[in-house]
């Protein structure tokens, strides 16, 4: 293993990771840290996905000059870094893995994040160079593995346990987005099926830390760039958000975390 980046003005580092695009990680890691945020907490976003930025859109930024402009960049009191910052939509980055992790490590390295209780950090799907990079050389508090209820998603978020496993960073639990959709008496209708996220965190023997409810205006705020939790906040989503923010507070600062037991990928 490479020896760990030092950080020492930040208290946790999360990372929020998954299997598989789709699922909606990146609204669950900007949301979380607008919640950690109205909670009481420091916190910082760091966008790790190097080919697919959305950090930008959801907190309704976009490209800006690095030569005057400084990083990280602020906005609803988060201290945001992303590749999207950097280059415009249009652009595609044409990157080799080696320069994905280097870049990633700059973002951790050579920003000057001040003094955060949490850096949450949005990893791209997948398992490939932008997680690695990450897990080896960042000192993470955890990991939480965001999934849907389907057999599909679980598939590929198993995955992602097992990598975390294997490079002995700690899951701080598991995540069930797109739950259920709940009507206005509150009867709640599974769209994507039932039970996966408790059924990964049985079978892998971490915390399931909660369901996430369906709510047309999670997409609507993250298009326009205020997540849900600050612009609707007493909706029944937001609410679930600040109740995972406390959750995953709580298990991060848990003392005597252990990462899981290597497993073999």
Known sequence: MPPKLALPGVKQLVAVASGKGGVGKSTVAANLAMALHMTGRSVGLMDADIYGPSVPLM????????????FPVEKYGIRLMSMGFLVSPEQAVIWRGPKVAQAVQSFLAQIDWGQLDYLIIDLPPGTGDAQLTLSQSAPLTGAVIVTTPGE????????????????????????ENMSYLEDASGNKTPIFGVGGGQKLA???KVPFLGELPIDPRVAWCGDNGEPIVRKYPDSPVAKAYLALANTIADAANRPGATPLPPVSL
Do not use: W
């Not at 907190?59 to 400084?70: I, K, S």
């Not at 490079?167 to 701080?172: F, K, N, S, T, W």
């Open 59 to 70: 907190f309704g930024l976009g490209a800006v000059n690095p030569q005057t402009t400084p």
């Open 152 to 175: 599909v998603s679980l598939i590929d978020a198993r995955k992602g346990v097992k990598m975390f496993g294997e490079v002995r960073v700690p899951i701080l639990g598991i995540v």
């Open 202 to 204: 049985d079978e892998s």
